[in-house]
């Protein structure tokens, strides 16, 4: 029953800004590694950023400097906050979330993701 919703996602001009929320329901976020996966249409999901129970902080190579993965545990949320956003950032955006560990090889829980456009 562990249920994430995001939003914020849109249609934005090059070199805008977005900022994604993911809202955590069913659990305790502080139990889990928390993180944002992207799709291309035809590719499999790749990760943009994570966050792990103490808090360290793990982003792709082709969005470090521009995206910011945060937390806030008393409301359970997600947030990954998106500048100098490029063309290639288009794609769809999930929250994902893992019990306890991030190294863990057990399937995450997946929200059901939210377009972001950039142009």
């Known amino acids: 029953h562990v249920q994430l919703v995001e939003s914020g996602g849109g249609s934005v001009q090059a070199g805008g800004s977005l900022r994604l929320s993911c809202a955590a329901s069913g659990y305790t976020a502080s139990r889990y590694c928390m993180g944002w996966f992207r799709q291309y249409p035809g590719k499999p999901r790749e990760a943009v950023a994570r966050?792990?129970?103490?808090?360290?902080?793990t982003y792709a190579d082709s969005v470090k400097g521009r995206f910011t993965i945060s937390q806030d545990n008393a409301k359970n949320s997600l947030y990954l906050q998106m500048n100098s956003l490029k063309p290639e950032d288009t794609a769809m955006y999930y929250c994902?979330?893992?019990?306890?560990?991030?190294?863990?090889?057990?399937?995450?829980?997946w929200g059901q993701g939210t377009q972001v456009t950039v142009s």
């Open positions: 966050i792990d129970r103490g808090g360290t902080t």
């Open positions: 994902a979330a893992k019990f306890w560990s991030c190294s863990s090889s057990a399937a995450p829980y």
